[in-house]
T-cell receptor, first 113, second 115 residues
Framework: TQLLEQSPQFLSIQEGENLTVYCNSS?????LQWYRQEPGEGPVLLVT?????EVKKLKRLTFQFGDARKDSSLHITAAQPGDTGLYLCAGAGLTGGGNKLTFGTGTQLKVEL | EAGVAQSPRYKIIEKRQSVAFWCNPI?????LYWYQQILGQGPKLLIQFQNNGVVDDSQLPKDRFSAERLKGVDSTLKIQPAKLEDSAVYLCASSFNFYQGNEQFFGPGTRLTVL
């Protein structure tokens, strides 16, 4: 069974602060995705990283895939209240799996004014 | 383009009762997924369909959960009888096909409370 552990589980910060969310596994993934989920809605895809060591930037969000493709991080610069939500990483396995995703445990972020 | 539709949005039932959820995927999407999400946790895949065939149901508690996608479009997920631990949000998602890399689009979910 492939497991993805996220840390921290909860994060409450002030507007303008920086933060990093980690996603770790003992398994190798062919690709890794990050989602944000707001209350009452389904997760929305933010980014997909595929190559070990890959770094992708999306405005104030920076995503990195570990060299060994077992871990990933999400860094947010100058957080804003609109960044509040549940952040989820999700890995796609190496052995086929038919687009099956294994989701991480989640990080609940709250950004206050 | 319309997104994934789910109904009902909320359902409250007593334990041992039965309940059914409905999902209408994005038009043209061959692959449909049902996930269970316990409050504050990541979604867990219950079942994956490709058209009207099951691709993966390894994590579906088959003694009480069932799902179908008879015409390869809409899908229903049923729980009978419900237990307290079934309280969760049930998410439906769809993708163009089941090959890796196809983005999954999620519906808003159905929040089930079992009393």
């Amino acid at each position: 069974t492939q497991l993805l552990e996220q840390s921290p589980q909860f994060l409450s910060i002030q507007e303008g602060e920086n933060l990093t969310v980690y996603c770790n596994s003992s398994s190798v993934f062919s690709s890794l995705q990050w989602y944000r989920q707001e209350p009452g809605e389904g997760p929305v895809l933010l980014v997909t990283v595929v190559t070990g060591g890959e770094v992708k930037k999306l405005k104030r969000l920076t995503f990195q895939f570990g060299d060994a493709r077992k871990d990933s991080s999400l860094h947010i610069t100058a957080a804003q209240p609109g960044d509040t939500g549940l952040y989820l990483c999700a890995g796609a396995g190496l052995t086929g799996g038919g687009n099956k995703l294994t989701f991480g445990t989640g990080t609940q972020l709250k950004v206050e004014l | 383009e319309a997104g994934v539709a789910q109904s009902p949005r909320y359902k409250i039932i007593e334990k041992r009762q039965s309940v059914a959820f409905w999902c209408n995927p994005i038009s043209g999407h061959a692959t449909l997924y049902w996930y269970q999400q316990i409050l504050g946790q990541g979604p867990k895949l219950l079942i994956q369909f490709q058209n009207n065939g099951v691709v993966d149901d390894s994590q579906l508690p088959k003694d009480r959960f069932s799902a179908e996608r008879l015409k390869g479009v809409d899908s229903t997920l049923k729980i009978q009888p419900a237990k307290l631990e079934d309280s969760a949000v049930y998410l439906c998602a769809s993708s163009f096909n089941f090959y890796q890399g196809n983005e999954q689009f999620f519906g808003p979910g159905t929040r089930l409370t079992v009393l």
